[in-house]
């Protein structure tokens, strides 16, 4: 006998539809699958024989063929294993195959026949089309969010064989679980003095600018950077599913409402591999972080203290805002624009005021070096943080509060899609002259930059841009119409664009 | 003959006591035959060969390799002559010295050392503020023929010599701790080989000898030697300048030390010196005097180029010249937002009053030769 059932695997971040095929036909015992099973799939025999064993279901005694469709692609994965079990349940004739009609099936099976949660439940269920879908009864939310028919839930084999069987209906959906209040513990009030940085913070959320903080240990800049998500508006609607589909890949918590609609914050640690940072883990190519942070912010703590070529992987997604990862016979593409923030610090020793640096010229340009030029250029603002002052951290009024400043992010926000239809930072070098114009005395100052040597082409654009958001960020500050860039701006967007390397100890750089 | 000397400086366990005792006893050769266990010794080297075995052994080794003829064919090619302590080129200021050098390796040409001298030393990890007077010093005190003396290490040494060659006709003297086969700081080679060109650079070890830490504060003992003036500039509380400053006092050579913050740790060495009597250093005219010379009108002629400060420019530039300021406290200062701060202070950078590191806004004195 011969059926045919419907599941799904997850790749990087996007679900395939597959079709399992039994047969289950005469012949010596034995058991096959075919159609590229990996190691996962192949070990499903053994896990679907204890559950079959447990929930008094016959082991097929003929010979049983298993054939995963499409036949080229690796499959990957313990969700193919509730669709097999039906399979071959339907094949040896112990279940009607009308009942599955237009259903299918997602889930792990345990040697108790239990049902069991897997990873990627979201994309999965999306890849699979207008069609009812069984999940494990953990994965009820996620599967909502991207069904197009029913999602049904069941706990275990009998429960599900019994509805099968027309013994039962459909067990009652797990009741959604009690919204959480957001409360975000990560407030810009708690950030005392650090006028520039926060000041920096705030230029870089309403102009999408990447963002740089050195300064030396203790002086606040993982604190800093973990406010920025706070600072940036809610994720449109295709973000937040894209979003909410790398979560669901990667194994990610859910927040309560189902969809991921907060910017996303992720701080991997510096010894991270270049998997776990861009992606492409185990053979179902996991998401990275570059994707887990997509349309959230991206810390990298210690930028310098990174592995090199790592780091160098995030000029793809920095440049696309997609990661493809590519594989001998498997290939994912991943959305994956995220705003980057890091931190370093000046030198080996943490550096502070000159004069109080042991570093040698040489230590300080190696350090400096393990960030490559291409990337550090993406940085469109390198912030100095120095250590708070006594007064500042004793003083106990609050600094600005995160809900004020977002409120002041949004309105630049939305001046810079009004004027150009995208954030500045993104602002092409041809439209600069259009929408980012610069008064004579901030061209005077440009000009004695560029003629200093302290300012390349390319970083005179990245200048402009975000001298742009500066000057948007004024006008709503003053609550003044917009106009042109000034010298102001210009200033002080050059006073957020620190050198890196640079020696306090002698003419050696 | 000068073989003898340069391959002998360069055995294996030679000290500056050993090498003095050997050349002061014997004529090069024979102090070279002595060494090479080829000749029998009686006197205080024949006794220090008695008591060390060993070093006896290590010399004949070390003789096996150092050929005098290719010793003195290296320094011959590298234009580096020898000069023992009994050669009339040998300065006359160092001879009197009870710890002079038994030879000099020399580049360049020595005519500087005839003139009134004085030493520049004081930190590697200088700030900005140290390594413009150092410049200063140097500037004002070469253009009344005065020489400077320094190290030619990083920060406040090569900035003393870097001032110095910014005035025509100077000869600076250099006494360095390593052979002078190779620059040592290599950032420094370029200052190195002008040093030499225009007045000397200064070893009391043959070509090839590494740059070794203990070479240092035996190289400071020369400097001092050479000076009448030793300026500290900047030291830490443990500096190597210190060590010159030391061996200065030992020989009733005056010490001078440029006064800072007492919240500066690159100050920290200086104050100390301060406290313990050597007299501060303010304006070259401190030194001229201690030099006996009339240096007033010479300090008259100052001029600086940069447009005159006003106002808050003024106040930012006061500020900074207090300690290195971050942005904010300048605003601070000011009280005027973020932006127009970072106009004014970026005004002062072009003109050349403040300088930024690294965040940290420094105020310049107006000496400033490094290359922007």
Request: aromatic residues 4%; hydrophobic residues 45%.
């Amino acid at each position: 006998m011969y059926s045919s059932v419907s599941t799904a695997m997850v790749v990087g971040s996007a679900g395939h539809a597959i079709t399992v095929e039994v047969q289950v036909a005469s012949g010596l015992p034995g058991f096959h699958i075919v159609g590229r099973p990996n190691g996962v799939v192949r070990e499903a025999r053994d896990r679907l024989r204890g559950a079959f064993y447990s929930s008094d279901e016959p082991w097929p005694k003929t010979n049983t063929t298993l054939n995963l469709v499409p036949a080229t692609e690796i499959k990957t994965g313990s969700a193919l294993d509730l669709a097999m079990a039906v399979g071959i349940l339907i094949a040896d004739g112990h279940v009607d195959p009308a009942a599955v009609r237009g259903l299918a099936f997602i889930g792990e099976l345990g040697l108790d026949g239990s049902i069991r949660h897997v990873l990627g439940v979201a994309p999965m269920v999306a890849a699979l089309g207008p069609v009812d879908v069984v999940v494990p009864s953990g994965s009820h939310r996620e599967a909502q969010i991207a069904a197009q028919g029913e999602v049904r839930t069941a706990d275990d084999l009998p429960q599900l064989l019994a509805v099968l069987r027309g013994l039962r209906p459909w067990p009652d959906p797990p009741p959604p679980p009690p919204t959480q209040l957001h409360d975000d513990l990560r407030d810009l009030q708690d950030v005392h003095g650090q006028h520039v940085a926060r000041h920096g913070l705030e230029i870089a959320a309403a102009g999408g600018h990447h963002l740089l903080f050195v300064g030396p240990p203790g002086a606040g800049k993982t604190m800093l950077a973990a406010r920025l998500p706070g600072l940036l508006p809610p994720l449109t609607d295709d973000r937040s599913l894209e979003a909410t589909m790398i979560h669901s890949a990667a194994g990610m918590p859910l927040p309560a409402g189902g969809l991921v609609t907060q910017p996303p914050y992720r701080a991997p640690h510096h010894t991270a591999s270049r998997a776990a940072l861009i992606g492409g883990g185990s053979p179902s190519l996991w998401p990275g972080e570059v994707s887990l942070a997509h349309g959230g912010v991206l810390f990298l703590d210690e930028l310098a203290e990174f592995t090199p070529s790592v780091l160098d992987g995030l000029r793809q997604p920095l440049e696309l805002g997609t990661i493809s990862i590519d594989r001998a016979a498997v290939r994912a593409t991943m959305p994956s624009a995220f705003q980057l923030v890091a931190a370093m610090n000046p030198c080996p020793c943490g550096g502070g005021p000159p004069g109080t640096c042991m570093c040698s010229d040489g230590e300080r340009l190696r350090y400096a070096r393990r960030v490559s030029g291409p990337l550090l250029d993406r940085f469109d603002l390198r912030v100095p943080v120095a250590r708070p002052g006594a007064h500042d951290l004793l003083d106990g009024t609050p600094g600005e509060s995160t809900a004020s400043v977002a409120a002041r992010v949004r309105r630049a926000r939305a001046l810079s899609i009004e004027r150009q239809g995208t954030l500045n930072a993104v602002l092409g070098a041809r439209r600069l002259d259009e929408h980012a114009q610069v008064d004579e005395a901030a061209k005077t100052l440009l000009y004695d930059e560029i003629s200093a040597g302290r300012l390349s082409g390319r970083g005179y654009h990245r200048l402009r841009r975000v001298a742009r958001t500066i000057a948007d960020l004024r006008s709503v500050h003053s609550d003044e119409p917009v106009g042109i860039v000034v010298a102001d701006d210009v200033a002080l967007a050059l006073a957020m664009r620190t050198p890196l390397g640079t020696s306090s100890s002698g003419w050696a750089v | 003959m000068s073989g003898f000397v340069a391959a002998l400086a360069g055995f294996d366990r030679m000290t500056v006591a050993r090498l003095r005792a050997l050349l002061d006893h014997f004529d090069p050769e024979t102090a070279y035959a002595v060494a090479a266990g080829n000749c029998v010794a009686d006197g205080p080297v024949g006794e220090l060969l008695g008591r060390h075995a060993d070093l006896a052994a290590a010399w004949r080794s070390s003789a096996a390799v150092r050929d005098p003829q290719r010793c003195a064919e290296q320094c011959r090619h590298l234009g580096v002559e020898v000069v023992a302590a009994t050669d009339e080129a040998y300065p006359m200021v160092l001879r009197s010295d009870p710890w002079h050098p038994a030879a000099l390796f020399v580049r360049g040409d020595l005519a500087g050392l005839q003139r009134r001298r004085v030493a520049i030393v004081g930190t590697r990890n200088a700030s900005q503020r140290g390594r413009e007077h150092a410049a200063r010093f140097a500037v004002e005190l070469t253009e009344e023929a005065v020489t400077i003396v320094s190290g030619l290490a990083r920060g406040i040494d090569a900035a003393a010599h870097r001032g110095a060659l910014a005035v025509a006709g100077a000869q600076p003297v250099a006494i360095v701790g390593n052979g002078l086969d190779r620059p040592y700081p290599r950032v420094n080679s370029a200052l190195w080989a002008e040093v030499a060109e225009r007045g000397a650079v200064v070893s009391e070890w043959p070509p090839g000898t590494p740059p070794d830490a203990f070479r240092f504060p035996l190289r400071n003992r020369i400097i001092a030697a050479l000076a009448e003036v030793v300026i500290v500039v900047e030291s830490r509380d443990r500096g190597g300048s210190l060590i010159t400053a030391r061996e200065a006092a030992q020989r009733d050579v005056a010490v001078f030390a440029v006064p800072g913050g007492i919240d500066q740790p690159a100050s920290e060495g200086t104050n100390a010196l301060l406290r313990d009597g050597a007299a501060p250093a303010t304006e070259t005219l401190d030194i001229l005097l201690a030099l006996g010379l009339d240096g007033r009108r010479a300090a008259n002629r100052r001029y600086d180029p940069r447009p005159q400060l006003h106002g808050r420019a003024q106040r930012i530039a006061d500020r900074c010249a207090q300690g290195p300021c971050t942005l904010e406290m300048i605003a601070e200062e000011v009280d005027r937002p973020l932006g127009e701060t970072a106009l004014l202070v970026a005004r002062l950078e072009r003109d050349g009053w403040v300088r930024e590191t690294a965040g940290w806004f420094e105020t310049l004195v107006g000496w400033d030769s490094t290359p922007t």
